[in-house]
């Protein structure tokens, strides 16, 4: 563990360049299943009100078998962003398979690390709500409604944050963690603040401080970290797996060479490949 233990449909997206922004709820309402959709798969839209966040949270499903994929929206993004930007349509055929069901979620971003309206750890408490949120309402709704323990995570851009924050918080629930074209250090949204929460949210500075226990349950997530050599993240990525590798957790880097990579026609191309 870390030298400090851890404790414890809306309206479409807006623009191509924009960088884009369901619980275990009794409440949680669920449409008729749609037998297919324009990409010709299955596909639920739920909302459920989440008691950590005192809010409706929404999402989309896609599949009726396989594999359970949790895909994170970019900074600031929506549920329906993934679909809106042809990430569905690039998993369509494991999909329509029974390899793999897309659950697409939705994200506080706003409320929390980009809310420049409000103090530092204002930012920072809205974000351990929603880590709450992930954490104790939609993976247990995902496990339950899969039927399947393996749950796999995606993000790309900020969404890489998403998935690896909650793959290294809690890696004996998560199988799997994808991220591409990632940041992963929350400094500049701090406006120089720092406190334990902070430290306990941001994976390069909790992970070089796991002790052999933490490394051991690190070490059975698969992470995939991948970017384009030309990628203005580049080096955060290149950072944050060898952070992982100096540790001895297992990780598959790639950088694809001679591309940006930071943009949704690399990620729909590369995808594919890491799932299920």
């Not at 009794?26 to 959709?37: I, R, S």
């Not at 406190?195 to 690190?218: H, I, K």
Request: proline letters at 6%; aromatic letters at 12%; glycine letters at 8%.
């Amino acid at each position: 563990m870390p030298a400090k233990s851890i404790r414890g449909r809306g309206a479409r997206s807006i623009g191509r360049r924009r960088a884009a922004r369901a619980a275990d709820d009794p409440a949680a309402v669920e449409q008729p299943p749609k037998p297919a959709t324009a990409c010709g798969v299955a596909r639920d839209y739920v909302k459920s009100r989440s008691e950590r966040l005192s809010r409706d949270m929404e999402l989309l499903w896609f599949g009726r078998a396989g594999r359970p994929l949790v895909l994170f929206p970019t900074s600031c993004a929506r549920f329906f962003q993934a679909e809106d930007f042809g990430l569905v349509e690039a998993l369509r055929p494991k999909i329509e398979a029974g390899e793999l069901q897309a659950v697409c979620v939705d994200g506080v971003d706003e409320e929390s690390w980009y809310n420049a309206s409000v103090h530092p750890s204002v930012r920072r408490a809205r974000h351990e709500q929603y880590d709450a949120y992930l954490h104790d309402e939609l993976l247990p709704y995902v496990r339950r409604r899969s039927g399947r323990a393996d749950l796999a995570l995606f993000g790309a851009s900020f969404g890489a944050y998403h998935a690896v924050n909650l793959a290294c918080r809690y890696p004996d629930e998560i199988g799997k963690a994808i991220a591409f074209s990632g940041l992963y250090d929350i400094h500049r949204f701090l406006d120089g603040h720092w406190d334990d929460g902070c430290y306990f949210q941001c994976p390069t500075a909790y992970v070089p401080n796991m002790d052999e226990s933490w490394v051991r349950r690190l070490s059975r997530v698969a992470f995939v970290v991948a970017t384009g050599e030309h990628d203005s993240l580049v080096a955060d990525n290149r950072g944050f797996a060898e952070i992982l590798s100096n540790k001895g957790i297992p990780v598959h880097a790639e950088i694809w060479p001679g591309v940006f990579g930071h943009d949704w026609c690399f990620w729909q191309e590369h995808l594919p490949r890491f799932v299920p």
